[in-house]
């Protein structure tokens, strides 16, 4: 891992402020991408140029839109041309509305984001600047001086986070808890089934606790994803209506065949289809105010396949458990440097 600066505290930094971090680090790759002289050794007694590319952003949500200058995943997609809908009194933007995916679900010019960001910039006031956000849903972002930066197609969306932690939990907490499809008893009996089922050491257990609190608290992004993997269909399924096994069994389907080492394009099709019709249904079934920002997302899970191979090799968790030890650290020098009394 190549560390090239961590944000200082003690919050997080906000809109376009990150900025002033981004452009001493975009300066060093403008180098790295004009290209830099190793120094001579004994294969190389030349020496040898090389030159740096950053390719792929991979984060979560927020922090990729911050890094690439797009408004909130809460108002439109950063990939595509759909924008959030409040439909109805009271009711939450959502991304719901599939009749009309052919005029929404192309890909956004790149051309015209940077014309945009360009836009911001030269707006000489926060209110002006507010009101070209507000219209063009773009911002400037340092990432832009890299000629060769694609601030559409480079920041992926996160499996970990889309998928897992996002639509998983959504669908278990929101869909089926909140709307008392799954009650008090059911979550007892869940949690008694689980127990009896024995995986593999090197696959994460989920807790035993499923039945606590509101039910499922605090899972990580493993134990979700082992969840709807392995224990979903077998404890769930006698549980659940019909439309709610349908979801259950496209979704637990374009997950085993997203999360595959080696994944063909008939897959992805199959997987962007299942996805789909998990919308769909949900919509059909819950309402448009349960199509979220990461359904939405799902939706462009395959394209990022297309650029950077199967989710594994872009996902964030490997960086995610790297944040935990760093998080530890943390931990660890505020306990030592606590005051004594
Ligand atoms: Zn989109």
Known sequence: MLTLGLLPGPTEVKLHHINHYLAPIVDVLLEFWHGFDLPVSSKHPTGKRIRLAVICCSNDIPAARKLCGHISALVGCHRCYKRAERNGDNKRPNFGGFDNIGEWFRERSVDEHRRNAEGWLSCISNEERKQHVSDTHV???????????????????????????????????????????????????????A?????????????????????????????????????????????????????????????????????????????????????????????????????????????????????????????????????????LINFFLRPYY
Request: proline residues 5%.
């Open 195 to 331: 127990k009896r089922i024995k995986i593999p050491a090197d696959l994460g257990r989920v807790p035993d606790n499923i039945a606590t609190g509101d039910g499922f608290s605090a899972f990580t992004a493993d134990q979700w994803r082992s969840f709807i993997m392995i224990y979903a269909t077998p404890i769930l399924w006698d549980l659940l209506d019909e439309s709610d096994r349908k979801i259950l069994a496209n979704f637990v389907r374009a997950c085993f065949l997203l999360v595959s080492r080696i994944i063909d394009r008939n897959s992805l099709n199959e997987a962007h289809s299942r996805l789909l019709t998990v919308a769909k249904l949900i919509e059909e079934h819950y309402g448009s105010e349960y199509i979220t920002p990461n359904i939405h997302l799902s939706l462009h899970l395959t394209e990022c396949c297309h650029d950077y191979g199967p989710l594994y090799s872009f996902w964030c968790f490997s960086f995610e458990r790297m944040n935990g030890i760093l998080g530890e650290f943390l931990r």
């Open 139 to 193: 911002r400037w972002s340092e990432m832009l001086r890299l000629p060769y930066f694609n601030p559409i197609r480079h920041p992926i969306v996160d499996p970990m986070h889309c998928l897992f932690l996002g639509i998983t939990r959504w669908i278990v907490k929101r869909l089926w808890i909140e709307n008392r499809k799954l009650t008090k008893s059911d979550l007892e009996l869940i949690e008694k089934r």
